[in-house]
């Protein structure tokens, strides 16, 4: 092997060697954790490889002794992904049968009348902090500049109005999801 002068150069050619020596079994490996999947066991595979060009420093910049790492690294992305599918079971549904709604306006329309009006049981100082949080989008250290007080004070204004505010919308009989945990 010619002697690499850059450490991208030797990064390269740590990559075309962890190929060479477990690309195969590693492809195999990912496509029997991903139940035959081999379409998405070359994603992982590739994504492995990137992860191990990004660490290929720390790991020694010798393919010979990566597999260990490769196969634990393989192994998290497909558990990673097993957790997606999960998440995201698949719909089978035939567009024919779906019954797509149009938007309507009007449901967010009343929701934002029904928050403007819950805001205004809110103490004005409870009432300036969410506006500036929520409204005005600035952070909580933004929002202390601009009032003259303290992060920890706009932290605990925030707090107690949002506490406040999910009560007053709980007893006009509205959804909790209106305000932030």
Not at 62 to 80: F, G, H, Q
Not at 122 to 145: H, K, M, P, S, W
Request: one cysteine or more; glycine letters at 8%.
């Amino acid at each position: 092997m010619p002697l690499l002068t850059t450490t991208d150069e030797r990064r390269d050619q740590f990559i075309r060697d962890v190929y060479e020596q477990h690309g195969g079994l590693t492809l195999r490996y990912a496509a029997r954790l991903l139940g035959g999947d081999w379409h998405r066991a070359e994603d992982v595979l590739q994504e492995a490889a990137l992860r191990a060009w990004k660490h290929a420093t720390a790991l020694g910049l010798n393919a010979s002794e990566v597999r260990p790492w490769l196969w634990t690294t393989v192994r998290n992305l497909t558990i990673d992904h097993h957790r997606g599918e999960k998440r995201r079971p698949a719909d089978c549904t035939e567009l024919g049968t779906l019954d797509l709604p149009v938007p309507d306006p009007t449901d967010r329309l009343l929701r934002g009348r029904l928050v403007l009006d819950a805001l205004s049981d809110l103490t004005d100082q409870q009432r300036q902090v969410i506006y500036l949080l929520y409204y005005g989008q600035f952070n909580t250290a933004q929002a202390a500049e601009h009032l003259g007080i303290p992060v920890g004070t706009v932290k605990s204004r925030s707090y107690y109005a949002l506490r406040a505010l999910r009560r007053t919308l709980e007893v006009r009989g509205a959804v909790g999801d209106l305000v932030p945990g």
